[in-house]
């Protein structure tokens, strides 16, 4: 099975700031099958990055992503107010197909 | 786009039986994995259950493993869960969300908006 843990669990940031998110996985994570959530309050989650790296459709060139094998990072430029979400990771290589706990965005 | 809508939640007493349905708009449906996701109530998201595009692969989260059953109709274009022996760590939101294309790897394209268990007496 593997875990993924992101860090930090909660960031308190200003508008027009950057951040860096951290996944890291306890095995290897095949990158085409790393991909990231955006869970706005009271919203279902929604596809922000795929294969590690690919912004899914829609989605803003502020969001990017990198990593291989056991770490991974998700960065937001330019923060905007309406980035205030919580954030996972997770990974569909194999079952089970766990997300990370989350990283709690506050603008 | 696709649209995926849940239905079937509600109050149930531990130990009774629940099931989930999930619609899709298109034929598109049968085509793709198809999976449930649940949240708890100021948790996070937990990985449930997938079912492959033609039902031939199917896995369970270790928490729900052989109590639920996933299954999908794709000549309806609708995906269920039933859940027996509800516990109440069962309580949260049910999403289904759309996987891989044909088998279960891939990412999570498209969610429904969820749907509400509550496990209590």
């Known amino acids: 099975e593997i875990v993924l843990t992101q860090s930090p669990g909660t960031l308190s940031l200003s508008p027009g700031e950057g951040v860096t998110l951290s996944c890291r996985a306890s095995?290897?994570?095949?990158?085409?099958?790393l991909d990231w959530y955006q869970q706005k309050p009271g919203q279902a989650p929604r596809l922000l990055i795929y294969?590690?790296?690919s912004r899914a459709p829609g989605i803003s060139n502020r969001f990017s992503a990198s990593g291989s094998g056991t770490d991974f990072t998700l960065t937001i430029s330019r923060l905007e107010p309406e980035d205030l979400a919580v954030y996972y990771c997770?990974?569909?290589?194999?079952?089970?197909?766990?997300f990370g706990q989350g990283t709690n965005l506050e603008i | 786009q696709v649209q995926l809508v849940e239905s079937g939640g509600g109050v149930v007493q531990p130990g009774r039986s629940l099931r989930l349905s999930c619609a899709a708009s298109?034929?598109?449906?049968?085509?793709?994995?198809m999976h449930w996701v649940r949240q708890a109530p100021g948790k996070g998201l937990e990985w449930v259950a997938v079912?492959?595009?033609?039902?031939?692969?199917?896995y369970y989260a270790d928490s729900v493993k052989a109590r639920f059953s996933i299954s999908r109709d794709n000549s309806k274009n609708t995906l269920y869960l039933q859940m027996n022996s509800l516990r109440p760590e069962d309580t949260a939101l049910y999403y289904c969300?759309?996987?891989?294309?044909?088998?279960?790897?891939?990412?999570?394209?498209?969610w429904g908006q969820g749907t509400a268990v509550t496990v209590s007496s």
């Open positions: 969300t759309r996987g891989g294309y044909g088998d279960p790897q891939g990412s999570f394209d498209i």
């Open positions: 298109e034929s598109t449906f049968s085509s793709y994995s």
């Open positions: 079912i492959s595009s033609d039902g031939s692969e199917i």
């Open positions: 095995q290897s994570v095949d990158s085409r099958f």
């Open positions: 294969a590690a790296s």
């Open positions: 997770h990974q569909c290589a194999s079952p089970p197909y766990n």
